[in-house]
């Protein structure tokens, strides 16, 4: 391996194995943690979220990857271990000192060599590189390691996000329902399925009438309704969001400037006047955009989340947003000021999906640590928590009228939750009346249901819709052939 002279990073590392070895599980606890960790984000993460495939040149992957799995620990300010990845400058300073990266050796590169399985230090810390991507940094210094703009302020230190028309698209075998939204008047539900935007109206009746509409070139990410105005309904996308009128099966507006990410979230302002999308570029960022519609003018941004931003959700009373991210926090914001008025370290890991009691005071939220949690969240303490999961939730949602809460899992399992209670300090198991309805063939991805919560509405991974009654029949499932 390579021969490395005193350094500072050796020091550190030096200190920190050191400490590692007083601690009595410090070997398997590493390698089971990274175990852990590897089979979490293998497996609750959406699964395109991992196959967001970087277009270009191998450079231009490799700086890609390098980017969005390195550079938040390895920049300018935060240095970890000493080491600074972001510039071209940099590497090659930190090369006076070891070998971290060999131009055309990447067998004696220390930057190739500490991505393999059983790496110390293994890097990223608690992650580890498909075996894809280690052959993609690797061919990179095969190839010379070249780097051909060298990135210079923060915010240029991010690659070129790909055009749209670079994404290749989905898959056909790859048609996850990523989200779903029923309508205001609740005769006519839509869904993404993988690059496909379906609305179905009467979707509980056997001969439902299934309309496409195209506008999506990746995944469809995104839903929202417009509150007041009838069949206006907005979808998110790869930088692009699509107004649409679905009377006519036609675009009103495409909206492109400014979004440089996955729309991975919308919501309405209560008035139907404004429109929120959550912007994502996974690890780095995640911005929240606010337009007035139809116009989309107008335009408020801000850095809501240090990563993606998983669902949004409007107060009934119109006074709150409400934003959940994979950085495991909520936010809300003032809808007037658009300030933050709190955040809450809500989950362990990434927070899916959001939902508002219509009293406004409570909340629901689903991750993928397995938990389901009711927040009163002025004060921001769970109330209790919902049912004991063993797997993740990527979906959850409110009824209308409060009075029942719906999730799904990973394994497909569908719940419904009534009998909420109003305060915190009943026992868990009693905080509400738990029913498990069924079990779709999972993992679920979305969830809707109509103002009583006796309609539910589940779309899986594998790209079907099913309906549900609150009993737990089926009342229709829309297939993907269908
Ligand atoms: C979460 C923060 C974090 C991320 C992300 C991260 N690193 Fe590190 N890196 C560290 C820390 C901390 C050290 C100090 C070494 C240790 O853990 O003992 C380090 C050290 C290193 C070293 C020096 C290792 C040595 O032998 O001295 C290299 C090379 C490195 N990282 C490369 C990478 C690469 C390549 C990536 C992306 C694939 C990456 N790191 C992602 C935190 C991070």
């Not at 970087?54 to 240095?79: I, M, V, Y």
């Not at 979305?446 to 790209?463: C, E, F, K, L, R």
């Not at 819709?465 to 089926?474: C, Q, S």
């Amino acid at each position: 391996m390579s021969t490395r002279k005193h350094s500072r990073i050796t020091d550190w590392v030096r200190k920190d194995r050191h400490r590692r070895t007083f601690l009595p599980f410090a070997i398997p606890y590493r390698q089971v943690a990274v175990l852990i960790l590897w089979v979490i984000s293998g497996t609750t993460e959406p699964a395109s979220a991992q196959e967001l495939s970087f277009p270009g040149s191998t450079e231009a992957q490799a700086l890609s990857l390098l980017h969005e799995r390195c550079f938040s620990c390895h920049n300018e300010e935060d240095r970890k271990g000493g080491l600074v990845l972001t510039s071209r400058a940099a590497i090659e300073s930190a090369n006076q000192e070891f070998d971290l990266l060999r131009p055309g050796q990447p067998e004696l590169s220390e930057l190739i060599a500490v991505l393999a399985a059983n790496a110390d230090p293994h890097m990223p810390p608690k992650e580890q590189l498909t075996d894809a991507e280690i052959k993609l940094l690797s061919d990179w210094v095969s190839a010379g390691g070249k780097w051909a703009t060298p990135p210079t302020s923060t915010e240029a230190r991010a690659p070129a996000l790909p055009t749209r028309d670079q994404l290749s698209p989905p898959a056909p075998s790859e048609l996850p329902v990523l989200t779903m939204a029923l309508s205001p008047s609740e005769e006519e539900l839509a869904f993404g399925r993988g690059n496909r935007l379906i609305v179905c109206q009467s979707p509980q009746k056997k001969d439902a009438r299934l309309t496409r509409l195209t506008g999506h070139r990746d995944y469809v990410r995104s839903l929202a309704w417009n509150p007041l105005i009838e069949n206006r309904l907005v979808s998110g996308g790869y930088r692009r969001i699509v107004y649409w009128d679905t009377e006519v099966e036609e675009p009103l507006i495409i909206q492109e400037t400014g979004i440089e990410g996955q729309v991975t979230a919308l919501s309405f302002s209560t008035d139907g006047r404004l429109l929120y999308a959550g912007v994502s570029r996974p690890g780095i960022s995640g911005v929240i955009h606010c337009w007035t519609i139809p116009g989309f003018e107008d335009h408020v941004t801000w850095k809501g989340h240090q990563d993606s931003i998983f669902a949004l959700d409007v107060s009934s009373d119109g006074s709150f947003l409400a934003s959940a991210s994979g950085d495991r926090s909520i936010a809300f914001w003032e809808t007037d000021t658009f300030a933050q008025r709190s955040r809450i370290e809500a989950h362990s890991t990434q927070i899916m999906a959001i939902s508002f009691s219509t009293d406004c005071r409570r909340l629901v939220t689903a991750g993928t640590d397995h938990q389901l949690r009711v927040w009163e969240w002025a004060k921001g303490d769970p109330l209790f928590q919902l049912g004991r999961h063993k797997q993740g939730l990527f979906a959850t949602q409110w009824s209308g009228d409060g009075m029942a809460i719906v999730a799904a899992d990973e394994s497909g399992t569908v719940f419904r939750y009534t009998q909420i209670e109003e305060h915190s300090g009943a026992a868990n198991a009693r905080a509400a009346k738990e029913k498990k309805l069924k079990k779709v063939l999972g993992p679920v991805q979305s969830i809707a249901t109509d103002h009583t919560g006796g309609i539910i509405y589940v779309g899986t991974q594998a790209g079907s819709v099913h309906i549900l009654n609150e009993k737990g029949n089926t009342l229709n499932e829309l297939t993907p052939s269908k």
